[in-house]
Structures are given as C-alpha cells and as structure tokens.
C-alpha cells in the first residue's frame, strides 16, 4: 500500500510510544515517601551517629575535650597516624600511577591478573590482611628470623602498620585512574611521541595533566582509608599505649578504660577527617565529572 504524502508525513512525525514507563512519571505522592525513606535511613544511620559523637566529645566542656586531645598518647597517636599516612599514601600514589598506566596504555599477558590483584584488598578482610603479615613478619613466621637476624623489626613496629595499611589503601588511586585513562586512549601520547618527546616528558606534560582531578580524589580517598584503618592495624601493631597506637586504637583503649569522654574526642577529629574528606570528595566529584565531559567530547 502507498502512503500519501501529507499521511506519511504525519506518520513520520508522530512521536513513538514506549512500553515503558519513564521514571519522572511517578505520581509526586510516591516520590516524596522515597525521599523520606532516603532521608530517614540516612539521618538514622549516618547523621544521628555524628551528632552523637560531637555530643559526648563536648559533655564535659571544651576544657575536658582540649585536655583529651592534648594527653601524650593522644598525640602520639595523631603523630603516628600522620607518620603512617604520609609514607603509605605516597606509595600508593607511585603504585597506582604505574599500574594504571601498564593496564590502560599497554597490553600485555596476565593483564586481567593484574587487575584482580587491585582489587584483591577490596574482597579480603582487613583483619586477615593483617595476620598474613603476622605469620610472614612474626617470631616464628616465615620470614621472621631472617629479619630479626638483621635487626629489624617488623611485626608490633612501625613498618608493620606501614606495610598492612599499603595493603588495605593500595586499590584506590589505581581504580580512579585506570577507567579514565582507558576513556582517554593512546592518541594524545602517540602524537605527542611523534614530535619528539621522550617517554617520561610525555608522561609528565601529557598524560599526567589529564588525569590530574581523578588522581586526586584516589589520593583523597587513600589518605581517608590510611588514617582511619582499624582491622589490619590492630593485628599488626601490638597496641603499644604510646608507641603503636594509631588514633582508631587509642580511641578503642580509651573506650575500654571507661574513659568515654576522651574517647568520643579523639573520636570526633577523625569524625572531622571523615566530614572534611566528604566535602573535598564532592568538589573533586565536580571537578572530576567536568573533565570527564571534556575528554568524551574531545
């Protein structure tokens, strides 16, 4: 059968219906009871838990909180968290540069290996990450002797709450870069190769600019993960009071000793940390979604 013209035109421009159902077609009554279950389950689980922290830091008076905070094994605890965090991020910042740019850039054999040993941390409890190094690093662990016989110490140290959280933290920068550079491709280094630019200029001017927002927020969310890590830590370090506690242990010791106050103080600076993380992790979000938009439409 042969349309008119003016029939066929009409068809052409009636719109096509959908089976579905968009979502945006919700009656506002339903919309509004899932923003209040949101919002309920949030308040109950996320807000209600911060608010009651900073409640019992300050129940005793700033006098009280201010001495919690500035008692030598608070500080020592702060000093170590810091110590942990400023070699363990840096290492994962070097790890997670070069394994994102192997997996993005290159291909090569054992390279689906390579990423599920990234995300190995993500799967494996931190507790057991810890005690694996026990059983390496221990008295009578596997490697143990030979590094007592060398006069390090590993186990209930400094290095052994370095090494477990590396560990636990390494997967973060990795994950926030891989994905990017893969959206990016080779053809920006490529041309930059052909003009004469040698392999690290070209890493250093080329690639590393464009995943600069992506690399932060990794940076961001490892350093967030170092200093409040709990489980792996634990195992690792022996719960030296003023030696090996990090500030998660000192808050667990405190709590413990029935010293409540002092507890929910130290607690709310990493409470602090994590409020503080959530506003940068937003703008770096924007940041990191702008960019994206502007590789996709370059």
Not at 165 to 179: C, H, K, M, Q, S
Not at 225 to 247: C, D, K, L
Request: aromatic residues 10%; neutral net charge; hydrophobic residues 60%.
């Amino acid at each position: 059968m042969v349309l008119e013209p003016s029939f066929q035109g009409a068809v052409l421009a009636a719109p096509a219906r959908s089976s579905h159902r968009s979502p945006v077609s919700e009656a506002p009554a339903t919309r509004r009871v899932l923003i209040a279950i949101a919002l309920l389950f949030l308040g109950f689980f996320l807000f209600l838990p911060l608010v009651a922290v900073f409640v019992e830091a300050l129940r005793g008076g700033v006098g009280t909180y201010l001495r919690a905070i500035s008692e030598p094994d608070a500080l020592s605890a702060m000093k170590l968290t810091l110590l942990v965090a400023a070699i363990a991020v840096p290492a994962n910042i070097v790890f997670g540069i070069a394994a994102a740019w192997a997996i993005a850039k290159f291909e090569f054999k054992g390279k689906a290996f390579l990423i599920t040993l990234i995300d190995l941390p993500f799967s494996v409890s931190p507790v057991i990450s810890g005690l694996v190094y026990i059983l390496l690093f221990g008295t009578h662990g596997v490697l143990g002797p030979l590094v007592e016989s060398a006069g390090i110490k590993i186990v209930f140290a400094l290095p052994g709450i370095v090494l477990a959280t590396i560990f636990v933290t390494f997967p973060f920068v990795a994950r926030e870069l891989i994905p990017l550079m893969q959206e990016q491709g080779t053809g920006d280094e490529e041309a930059a190769l052909s003009l004469g630019a040698s392999g690290f200029k070209t890493f250093l001017l080329v690639t590393l600019p464009n995943v600069k927002w992506a690399l932060l927020y990794g940076v961001l969310l490892c350093n967030a993960r170092a200093m409040g890590e709990f489980g792996a830590v634990s195992v690792v370090s022996g719960h030296i009071r003023g030696v090996t506690n990090t500030m998660p242990l000192h808050v667990e010791i405190l709590y413990n000793e029935y010293a409540f106050q002092a507890a929910f103080a130290v607690a709310s600076l990493l409470a602090l940390l994590a409020l503080l993380t959530l506003a940068l992790k937003s703008l770096l979000e924007w940041r990191f979604a702008d960019g994206i938009a502007a590789v996709r439409g370059h």
